[in-house]
């Protein structure tokens, strides 16, 4: 059995992160409201709801060591939210963002002395905390990119960071902060890596827009998802770019589990796993079409009423309801809808990945490639 977990919300999810321990979620309801759940028993209960920005929140990440929340909206703006001991309110802190577009995706680096926000304003803002004037301020990555930023990923060595976007490329720039960071040691990206650096840059192979990228465990592979439906490898150490088409609608997220194994979602519903075989890579399997079984005692608060079930599958699915069943016309996946986030496993589990969905749906996953 792939799914660990499964539980739906009565509202689509757009964004969201676990705590380190997985006992806590931050989420977006598709709202400018962050939402935070605990774990009890099978349910997830609300316990706090961050309210400081005026637009749709576009991205959520939860620094597990450090025990920070940092959002960013459309607004333009971002926070860093701070739990207060003594109280237990989180305590938001706007981040000197200098943008004029939207924010797009927010990710703290491995160390999580610092974060990275993309953006539309055609730039990668990399976040660090001034100590001395005690707030969180900007450097801005921006040449030569030309178009909006769709996401950002971090090297492990907290230094590198990889971002793609309407450009239709994938690049990697040094995030060097002088006084934050430790010199790097040298990469196959390169040895002398002052900040904005271009150290490499990939282009979609059909003229896709960059939904996605995402460094290999060891970080000598950078990967990147399209619009065109493709998923691309590039290992700047001998020059390889290897593309696959899926015949599937578009990946919106992917990450690698293991050094030759990678877990791409979007539009299609299902997680798919592809594997290197040494020669290609290839389509290995789709999680969660063999868990009909769980999925019928999956804990949701539809499951109890089949008349508030059949209305759930006309609004999630955006669907007319069909005669019969609530069960008819459902997926054989278990999101019935767009997948719209992928992300690790806090505590660095390589086979436990997570997804949410506009169904509602945040699933937990152990991968078998």
Known sequence: MTVLDEFTFPFCVTAYSFNGDKSQVALCPNSNEVHIYARSGAQWVQTHVLKEHDLLVTSIDWAPRANLIVSCSQDKNAYVWTLDQATSVWKPTLVHLRLNRAATQARWSPQESKFAVASGDKCVAVCYFDEENNWWISKHIKKPIASTVLCVDWHPNNVLIACGGTDMKARV????????????????????????????????????WVHSVSFAPDGEALAFASHDSSLTVATPATGQVDSVRSPNLPF??????????????????????????????????????????????????????????????????????????????????????????????????????????????????????
């Open 173 to 208: 720039f040094s995030a060097y902060i002088k006084g934050v960071d430790q010199k790097p040691a040298p990469t196959v990206w390169g040895e002398r890596l002052p900040f904005n650096t271009l150290c490499g840059e990939f282009e979609s192979p059909s003229g896709g």
């Open 252 to 369: 919106k997220s992917l990450l690698w589990t293991e050094q030759s194994t990678i877990v791409a979602t979007g539009h299609d519903c299902s997680p798919m796993v592809y594997a290197y075989d040494g020669a290609a890579w290839r389509l290995v399997t789709k999680l969660g079409e063999d868990d009909k079984a769980r999925r019928s005692t999956t804990a949701s608060p539809s499951n109890s009423n089949s008349a508030f079930n059949l209305f759930r599958q006309m609004d999630s699915r955006s669907q007319p309801a069909k005669a019969g069943s609530a069960g008819d016309g459902m997926l054989k996946s278990v999101h019935q809808n767009t997948i719209t986030e992928l992300r690790r496993d806090p505590s660095h589990n390589p086979v436990e990945v997570s997804t949410s969905g506009l169904d509602g749906k945040l699933v937990q996953w152990r991968v078998q490639a």
